[in-house]
């Protein structure tokens, strides 16, 4: 089975504009959680999402926002970009999303903000 | 799980020598427990799981974690490190009744020195 695969794997932006990043889970997951990964803070979760529905959603302001598609791809957007969300994130799939599932990260997209 | 402790950020070893990582969790409930490992410029992946049953886990490379439920501990052991085990590994739990949300620790850097 391919792997999860995020688009761009770069991008450079400047502050105030907003941005799109996409994840295609393992073929046959339908949970998609999205982490942003920064030296300071770590893995902060974002969002997860299983069968079009966000299920879970952690501690960040609302310019954070995300969807999921009927064949399970995902996207997430940031709005009004500030410095600090320069970051690596991070996209994650599982079949269920249940507390014993196995999460399968793809590679990430690194967000520069200018 | 309301929070997982790794409390080591670096770890520095020579090569060929025994290595252990700690984590340490708080939680009421009982608890799922996770390591991922990052190598560098690479999304997360699984080493090893504990759900239930023995307390010593075996995962990939050689790895292996021992669940301590009165330590509250999910410590990481290798015998003999490799120059391609430098990466950063990332204690992770979730609790059963869980809404789908891993708690991830801040991550323990692994430095192979020749």
């Known amino acids: 089975k391919a792997g999860v695969t995020q688009t761009p794997r770069y991008l450079i932006k400047t502050r105030g504009q907003q941005v799109t990043l996409s994840c295609s889970p393992i073929s046959g997951h339908r949970s998609v959680s999205w982490y942003q990964q920064t030296p300071g803070q770590g893995l902060q979760f974002l969002f997860e999402y299983f069968s079009e529905t966000q299920r879970n959603k952690g501690n960040f302001p609302g310019r954070f926002s995300g969807r999921q598609f009927s064949n399970s791809r995902s996207e997430m957007n940031v709005s009004t970009l500030e410095l600090g969300d320069s970051a690596l994130y991070l996209c994650?799939?599982?079949?269920?999303?249940?507390?014993?599932?196995?999460?399968?990260f793809g590679p990430g997209t690194r967000l520069t903000v200018l | 799980a309301q929070s997982v402790t790794q409390l080591d950020s670096q770890v520095p070893v020579f090569e060929e020598a025994p290595v252990e990582l700690r984590c340490n969790y708080s939680?009421?409930?009982?608890?799922?427990l996770f390591w991922y490992v990052q190598y560098p410029n690479q999304g997360l992946q699984l080493l090893l799981k504990y759900l239930s049953g023995s307390t010593l886990v075996k995962g990939i490379n050689g790895f292996e974690a021992e669940f301590n439920k009165s330590q509250t501990s999910f410590h990481l052991r290798k015998p003999s490190v490799h120059i391609s085990d430098t990466a950063e590994y990332f204690c992770?739990?979730?609790?059963?009744?869980?809404?789908?949300?891993?708690?991830w620790g801040a991550g323990t850097k692994l430095i192979i020195k020749p």
């Open positions: 992770a739990v979730s609790e059963m009744d869980s809404n789908y949300q891993l708690i």
């Open positions: 994650a799939s599982s079949p269920l999303g249940g507390a014993t599932d196995t999460q399968y």
């Open positions: 939680s009421s409930v009982s608890v799922y």
